[in-house]
């Protein structure tokens, strides 16, 4: 069984992580969403609603399984037997900050294999620390983020 994690901190979840996700489904046979809990940054939502926000958009596809960790992500991957790492790379700077990671991840976890898949070209400035920023100033973001997860904002 081909089982891939999809980490990052979706905070909030936008179209673009969505887009990544979906085209990934047909690669492997099960996929997480791996919702990191990062110890140095203030979440704009509580870990819990991020869950269920991503179960929201997620619901109708059974591949796709929810959880939240802490930790190394490698360590998470060992976890639930995950042999890929998914990365959605948007722009030049994304793909030399992932490939050093990927490259660190190789050195810790041979095993684990990372994915890049390359945004398409109408995502690529989709990021969710813009989304943060314009919902910060009540800005509407209905056009970067999943109908299903609008609620959750």
């Given at each position: 069984?081909?089982?891939?994690?999809?980490?990052?901190?979706?905070?909030?979840?936008?179209?673009?992580?969505?887009?990544?996700?979906?085209?990934?489904?047909?690669?492997?046979?099960?996929?997480?969403?791996?919702?990191?809990?990062?110890?140095?940054?203030?979440g704009f939502l509580s870990v819990g609603k991020r869950e269920e926000m991503l179960r929201a958009v997620f619901a109708h596809e059974p591949k796709i399984h929810i959880?939240?960790?802490?930790?190394?992500?490698?360590?998470?991957?060992?976890?639930?037997?995950?042999?890929?790492?998914?990365?959605?790379?948007?722009?030049?700077?994304?793909?030399?900050?992932?490939?050093?990671?990927?490259?660190?991840?190789?050195?810790?976890?041979?095993?684990?294999?990372?994915?890049?898949?390359?945004?398409?070209?109408?995502?690529?400035?989709?990021?969710?620390?813009?989304?943060?920023?314009?919902?910060?100033?009540?800005?509407?973001?209905?056009?970067?983020?999943?109908?299903?997860?609008?609620?959750?904002?």
């Amino acid at each position: 069984m081909k089982i891939a994690l999809f980490p990052g901190s979706f905070d909030p979840v936008t179209k673009a992580h969505v887009d990544i996700v979906e085209r990934s489904i047909g690669l492997f046979d099960k996929i997480y969403i791996g919702i990191g809990a990062n110890s140095t940054k203030q979440g704009f939502l509580s870990v819990g609603k991020r869950e269920e926000m991503l179960r929201a958009v997620f619901a109708h596809e059974p591949k796709i399984h929810i959880a939240a960790y802490e930790g190394l992500t490698i360590d998470f991957c060992r976890s639930i037997n995950a042999a890929y790492m998914i990365r959605g790379i948007r722009t030049v700077s994304d793909f030399e900050y992932e490939k050093a990671i990927a490259q660190m991840n190789h050195a810790l976890a041979p095993e684990i294999e990372s994915i890049f898949i390359v945004s398409k070209p109408g995502y690529s400035s989709i990021s969710s620390t813009i989304v943060r920023e314009i919902l910060k100033y009540n800005g509407d973001v209905s056009q970067f983020i999943p109908k299903a997860a609008l609620s959750f904002l």
